[in-house]
C-alpha cells in the first residue's frame, strides 16, 4: 500500500496529460510560458480570486508575500508553532521575527483568541496556516487584524480545494499561498506554488518580485527572487485541474469514511490511553486531507505496529517550530505552547489520495486497531 498513489491517478490521466507536455515541447518556451498563463487564469477563476502568480515552489510564495507587503529585519509575523518548517522559516529569511501563537487543539489551526495578545507594535503581519487541508478559522483571524490594520496570509500549501464558509482557500484574506509539491491535494511531477490576491498593487508587486523585481526587462526597481513555475508543471497542472473537482469530493468521502470506521471500530474500547482521536472539520468547513492526521496515546508503539503490518504511516510533525534547533534564539522553551507540543506527540497521519479504495481503508483501520491495541 502506498502512503500517497500518484501512479494511479497518472494512469487515469495520461493520455491528456502527455499531450500537454508534448505541446509545450513542441513550442519550446519553458518558463513562464503560454500553459502558466492559461493556468494562472484557470486558478484565480477557481478560487473566486481578481489574481494568480504562479511560482516556483510554496515557499517561495510566502516569501514573495511578505517581500511585497514590504517585511524585513525589525519586523513580527505572527503564525503558528504547529506547521511546517517553511513557514516560520520564510519569516525569518525575509529577516523578521516569527512571533508563535498556539493552536486550537481541536482543528491543529492558529487559536485565534490568542493573537491579539501576541500583537506588537512591531507586528507586520498575520500568517495563519491551514494545516492537514482544513482552513484556519478566518472570519476571527480578519477581525482581529482589521481592528490592527495588519494584511492575512493563507499559508494554504495543504488547503488548496478546500472551503471556509462558502469561500475558497486561498481567498479568505489579503494575500493566499499554496504549493503544487506532488504530493499536495492539486500536485505537480516537481516544485510548484501559487499566489492569489484581490489586490491589483499586491499583485503587480509579486509578479514582479517573482522575476527578480523586474518591472520590465533588465530593469529593477526592487529587489526579487527567481520564484518563476516551469511551464512543463503549468501543463501538467491543467491537465490535472480537469479531475481536481472530482479529487476534492473523493478526498471528502475518504476522508468520511476514515473516520466512521475509525469511530466503529474503537466503539467499544473503553481505556483512554487505547482511544483514536479522528479529524475534527469545522462547521461550514470542508477539508482536503493533504493529510488524514489521527491521535494515539502511544505513538511510537502505533508507528512500529504498522509499519510491521506493511501500512505506511508519517508524522506531521514530531516537534513544533519553537523547539526546532534552528529557532532557538527565539528562545521559548518546551511548555511555551502546550497545545501544539501535545499534538506534536501525538499526530500520526493515514495513508490518504482519492484512489484509497474502502477495502485499503479496511485494511488501514483494522491494523489501527491492532497496533493501538498490541500490548
Ligand atoms: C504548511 C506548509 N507551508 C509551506 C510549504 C512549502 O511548500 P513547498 O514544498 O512547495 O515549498 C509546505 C509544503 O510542504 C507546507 O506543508
Known amino acids: 500500500m502506498h502512503f500517497i498513489d500518484l501512479k494511479a491517478q497518472y494512469e487515469r490521466i495520461r493520455d491528456p496529460l502527455n499531450a500537454r507536455i508534448q505541446k509545450v515541447l513542441e513550442h519550446g518556451q519553458y518558463v513562464l510560458g503560454p500553459e502558466t498563463v492559461e493556468l494562472e487564469r484557470r486558478l484565480a477563476e477557481f478560487v473566486g480570486a481578481k489574481h494568480c502568480i504562479a511560482a516556483s515552489s510554496g515557499t517561495d510564495t510566502l516569501l514573495i508575500a511578505m517581500m511585497a507587503l514590504d517585511i524585513g529585519a525589525g519586523d513580527e509575523v505572527i503564525t503558528s508553532p504547529f506547521t511546517f518548517i517553511a513557514t516560520g522559516e520564510m519569516i525569518a529569511l525575509a529577516g523578521a521575527k516569527p512571533?508563535?501563537?498556539?493552536?486550537?487543539?481541536?482543528?491543529?489551526n492558529i487559536d485565534p483568541a490568542k493573537i491579539e495578545e501576541a500583537i506588537t507594535p512591531k507586528t507586520k503581519a498575520i500568517m495563519p496556516v491551514s494545516l492537514y487541508g482544513q482552513c484556519a478559522d478566518f472570519d476571527a483571524i480578519n477581525a482581529v487584524a482589521r481592528k490592527h490594520r495588519l494584511p492575512v496570509i493563507e499559508d494554504a500549501a495543504q488547503s488548496f480545494g478546500a472551503y471556509y464558509k462558502g469561500k475558497a482557500s486561498c481567498a479568505v484574506s489579503e494575500i493566499g499561498s499554496t504549493s503544487f509539491f506532488p504530493s499536495k491535494p492539486l500536485g505537480a511531477y516537481g516544485d510548484g506554488g501559487a499566489l492569489f490576491t484581490n489586490d491589483d498593487q499586491l499583485a503587480k508587486l509579486m509578479?514582479?518580485?517573482?522575476?527578480?523585481?523586474?518591472?520590465?526587462?533588465?530593469?529593477?526597481?526592487?529587489?526579487?527572487i527567481n520564484g518563476r513555475l516551469d511551464t512543463l508543471q503549468a501543463a501538467i497542472l491543467l491537465a490535472k485541474m480537469d479531475i481536481f473537482e472530482e479529487e476534492i469530493a473523493a478526498r471528502a468521502r475518504i476522508g468520511a469514511r476514515y473516520s466512521a470506521m475509525i469511530s466503529d471500530a474503537f466503539n467499544n474500547v473503553s481505556d483512554e490511553r487505547q482511544q483514536v482521536t479522528t479529524p475534527v472539520i469545522a462547521a461550514d468547513c470542508t477539508s482536503v486531507y493533504a493529510q488524514y492526521t489521527v491521535e494515539v496515546a502511544d505513538r511510537p508503539k502505533v508507528e512500529q505496529q504498522m509499519k510491521s503490518r506493511g501500512i505506511p504511516t508519517a508524522v506531521h510533525y514530531p516537534v513544533p517550530l519553537h523547539l526546532q534547533p534552528v529557532f532557538a534564539d527565539l528562545e521559548q522553551g518546551k511548555g511555551s505552547f502546550p497545545m501544539s507540543e501535545a499534538a506534536a506527540e501525538r499526530v500520526i497521519s493515514l495513508p490518504m489520495h482519492p484512489y484509497l479504495t474502502e477495502e485499503q481503508q479496511h485494511s488501514v483501520v483494522k491494523a489501527l486497531k491492532e497496533s493501538v491495541l498490541a500490548k
Open 207 to 224: 509578479a514582479e518580485i517573482r522575476v527578480h523585481g523586474q518591472d520590465r526587462r533588465y530593469h529593477h526597481p526592487r529587489l526579487g
Open 99 to 108: 512571533v508563535f501563537v498556539d493552536i486550537d487543539r481541536r482543528t491543529y
